[in-house]
């Protein structure tokens, strides 16, 4: 064994297939200083009693990249390296075994064309002639991805291992990281059992462990082992190896060939998460205990699907424990916490598969300093520190394990880890019908259920049954009042003498503003790609309020605090400070006024102001900003007035036609007036230019802000890539993400977010269109567009500005 190094560039924590695949990405862009520390052997935690299944269809267009990318290194890793991989490419069979699940299987099919995975939706016979096995008589239908593989994890990862050590980095195994070392809120170093070594980054890629080792530096990483099982038959007639894997979601269960046999796993409705008293030290190459009542829900599912294997002994029963998170994707990136501490976990069974692709993203990033593609999606700075309390991940681990094949439809909730962290109108919003979802933990409301009606979801890929509460609560905001509890927004308080300059620095707009005026502002990279879209209010010559959405609050803070340098600022969270009510619709002037003095005329109170007023018996600040595309104010209550001034909003505009309004009506109003949302409109790939919010970037101000370069660069030659906005021609369909655009029978991109116009009275989407010689305008005005939907294109209006008041009357009225 190789001595311990005193210093390393970095140091990565864990030898599973992450580890693995982390060291050998860095070590291929370069960096040989890399030392791979293992507490046991490669492997030995949850990589090596891996199913090997290689899917590569992911969630988005990034993820679906890197695992496409996974596959093909899996495939060339014995030329490089010399160590066989296992990895073949047999395809895959997805399985429907009711309408509803095929409509999202071809949703999937069309996802997939843009995503550019091959893909076929193929009928109950031909799932039959591929997979002869299998009963047919209940399956709807099925998708067959040729390019769907399956790997041996052990030698997968011995193949990375081997070309990280190929190419110089150091793998050091029975060595265990004790503690970190940090310096002024950064990585110093890490103490192993062998001794230490000073670093400048450390990489924790410790499986089920990682929580406790994220808590070493103090970083939030939520995520709970769970057991995880399945099971290897003896020899079957008929079984060969080249069986595509099957899944049959309904049935919770996947299958493929295992010498000859069949290997036979799946993800149960309850789950038994584990792990709560600790992971014993001696946990290696380690199984937990056959729990054959468990088990008997998924090999009930195999038995009807696969009649002959209730006849085939079992080999293997296999129950390892594997990572779950909250939401049930990866955890990845830097920690806003401390820096210089990376992480790769919480794979949620899909390490094996993943794991490639995530360890050459976050090599990149490391040594790049910043994501090299937008991965949002699997972002460490998506989670909040409240989410590593162990009675909160314990019991969401419960639901998430089957969340996996489980239907995913639109707008699900989790039904565990619920009631978390409310607003304090929560109690007041539910007795008025409110039905909540949850976002950061928040509980908000989503919609409003009608009197004689359940506040609870009931899910499918049509119109849900809150649909017509919904619109009936758009119709309000637009005709006469609507009142939103937005207290999840996150606030952010910048105070300082040079809190101006700082911002002026990240801003693409002007901020250097008098004092009460709210500025609508993107935060862009160096790539000019958007980081951050809010607002940021003057509230006093060196005081700066800034408003962001719950999900990106960690994200956007992190953004801020990291470019700080050593300006005279303190930047403090405020979020708990205020409710925040949202009064929107045309009559949210004349419902003021019965509670205020103050002016709220044009003249006085203009688009964009905001002031301290006295409202009821409270004095809150109101800011005439809205996301809905008409009149009206935000009101920053402090938290212990809020139910006082709800109270008095309630009674004065009941006469006005004041009605509560939901998030989903909230996006049914803003997709009229294409009003943008980060994380699917906007992202560190799109510039402000390619998302038509040229009019929010300041280009000729004085400070030269980040990201300036490259968007001056950009204006130089036609924009290749634009987001544009569809309305459907038919009233019928729905729109959500990810529907192939198609221009003239070409497809020239997808849509980023999709919600019903209930007053245009369609479903309307924006998505960017690519084209290598510019998307003009006249490109948009022209050609037969369409969007496709569940592998039916759909015909649809294309526009460069919003169908709902493109001149902003209503907004400034
Ligand atoms: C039954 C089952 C079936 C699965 N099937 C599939 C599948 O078909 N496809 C798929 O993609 N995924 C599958 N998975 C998931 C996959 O196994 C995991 O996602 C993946 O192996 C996780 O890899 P990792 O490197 O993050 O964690 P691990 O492999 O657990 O590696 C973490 C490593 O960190 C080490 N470590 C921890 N603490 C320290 C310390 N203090 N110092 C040094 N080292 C430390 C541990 O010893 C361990 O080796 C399955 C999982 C299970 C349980």
Redesign the pocket.
């Known amino acids: 064994m190789s001595p311990l190094p005193s210093h390393a560039r970095v140091v990565v924590?864990?030898?599973?297939?992450?580890?693995?695949?982390v060291a050998y990405h860095l070590t291929k862009l370069g960096w040989r200083d890399v030392v791979l520390?293992?507490?046991?052997?490669?492997?030995?935690?949850?990589?090596?009693?891996?199913?090997?299944?290689?899917?590569q269809l992911r969630a988005t267009a990034n993820l679906t990249l890197l695992a496409k990318y996974g596959a093909d290194l899996y495939e060339r890793l014995e030329a490089e390296t010399g160590q066989a991989t296992g990895f073949r490419r047999p395809g895959s069979i997805g399985l429907a075994r009711t309408a509803e699940r095929m409509h999202e299987l071809k949703r999937l099919a069309s996802r997939a064309r843009c995503f550019g995975v091959d893909v076929e939706v193929i009928t109950p016979a031909e799932a039959g002639r591929r997979w002869p096995l299998i009963r047919t008589d209940d399956v709807v239908g099925a998708l067959w991805l040729p390019r769907d593989g399956?790997t041996n994890?052990i030698d997968t990862?011995l193949a990375l291992a081997r070309g990280a050590r190929q190419r110089g980095a150091t793998i050091l195994e029975n060595?265990?990281?004790?503690g970190l070392r940090l310096r002024g809120g950064a990585i110093a170093g890490v103490s192993?059992t062998a001794g230490d070594i000073a670093c400048e980054a450390v990489v924790n890629?410790?499986?089920?462990?990682?929580r406790?080792?994220g808590a070493l530096a103090g970083a939030a990483v939520p995520l709970h082992a769970s057991e995880?099982?399945?099971i290897v038959t003896e020899p079957i007639p008929g079984v060969s190896p080249d069986l595509p894997v099957l899944r049959d979601p309904d049935g919770f269960i996947?299958v493929r060939e295992e010498v000859g046999g069949l290997l036979m796993?799946g993800f149960e409705p309850m789950a038994k998460p584990w792990g709560m008293t600790g992971i014993p030290a001696d946990?290696?190459f380690s199984l937990l205990p056959e729990d054959w009542d468990h088990f008997q829900v998924l090999m009930e599912q195999a038995i009807h699907r696969i009649p002959a294997i209730e006849a085939a002994p079992v080999r293997r029963h296999?129950?390892?424990?594997?990572?779950f998170t909250p939401d049930g994707r990866y955890l990845l990136g830097e920690t806003p916490e401390c820096r210089g501490f990376y992480v790769?976990?919480?794979?949620?069974?899909?390490?094996?598969?993943?794991?490639a692709g995530a360890g050459k993203a976050l090599a990149e990033w490391i040594v790049g300093g910043e994501p090299s593609m937008d991965l949002w999606d699997v972002d460490i700075r998506r989670v909040a520190p409240f989410q590593t309390n162990p009675r909160y991940l314990y019991d969401r681990t419960v639901e998430m394990v089957g969340k996996a094949y489980a239907m995913h439809w639109p707008f699900d909730q989790p039904a565990t880890s619920r009631g978390v962290r409310a607003s304090v109108l929560h109690d007041r919003l539910a007795a008025r019908g409110a039905c909540f979802g949850v976002v950061m933990g928040w509980e908000r409301a989503n919609w409003y259920a009608t009197p004689g009606m359940a506040p609870a979801y009931r899910y499918s890929y049509g119109r849900q049954n809150w649909f017509e509460c919904s619109a009936e609560e758009h119709r309000a905001v637009r005709e006469a009042v609507g009142l939103f509890d937005q207290s999840s927004f996150a606030k952010l308080r910048l105070e300082g003498p040079d809190a101006a300059g700082v911002l002026q620095r990240l801003c693409a707009n002007d901020v250097a503003v008098p004092v009460g005026r709210v500025v609508y502002t993107q935060m862009l990279n160096q790539r000019a790609g958007i980081e951050c879209d809010l607002t940021v209010t003057r509230i006093a010559d060196d005081t700066y309020f800034i408003v962001t959405g719950a999900a990106v609050a960690t994200h956007d803070t992190d953004w801020i605090r990291r470019h700080l340098g050593d300006a005279r600022v303190v930047l403090t969270d405020v979020t708990s400070g205020s409710a925040v009510l949202g009064v929107m619709g045309p009559r949210s002037r004349a419902l003021l006024a019965r509670l205020t003095d103050a002016d709220l005329s044009n003249g006085a109170f203009p688009f964009l102001a905001s002031r301290e007023i006295w409202l009821g018996a409270a004095r809150v600040r109101a800011c005439r900003i809205t996301y809905v595309g008409e009149l009206g104010w935000e009101l920053y209550v402090p938290t212990e007035l809020a139910s006082g001034v709800y109270d008095a909003l309630v009674a004065a505009g009941a006469d006005l036609g004041l009605r509560h309004a939901g998030y989903h009506a909230m996006d049914s109003l803003r997709i009229e007036k294409a009003y943008r949302s980060w994380g699917h409109d906007l992202g560190s790939e799109d510039t402000p230019l390619e998302a038509g919010l040229g009019f929010a970037v300041r280009l000729d101000k004085r400070v030269p802000f980040l990201g300036r370069d490259a968007l001056m660069a950009q204006r130089e030659k036609p924009l290749r890539r634009r987001l544009v906005i569809f309305t459907l021609e038919d009233p019928a369909p729905l729109l959500y993400h990810d529907e192939p655009i198609w221009r003239d029978g070409v497809l020239v991109g997808r849509i980023t977010s999709g919600a019903y116009g209930h007053t245009v009275g369609r479903a309307i989407g924006l998505g960017y269109v690519a084209h290598p010689d510019g998307v003009t305008d006249g490109f948009v005005e022209s050609g037969r567009w369409e969007l496709e939907i569940a592998c039916e294109r759909q015909r649809a209006r294309a526009q460069l500005s919003p169908p709902y008041d493109p001149k902003s009357l209503r907004v400034r009225s």
């Open positions: 924590i864990g030898a599973g297939i992450a580890g693995c695949s520390l293992e507490r046991r052997d490669i492997s030995c935690g949850a990589t090596w009693h891996a199913a090997g299944l290689v899917g399956r994890p990862t060595t265990a990281v004790t192993t890629c410790g499986g089920i462990w990682a406790e080792l995880h099982f399945y996947y796993g946990f290696a296999v129950n390892g424990p594997e990572s790769a976990a919480g794979f949620n069974s899909i390490g094996i598969a993943s794991g």
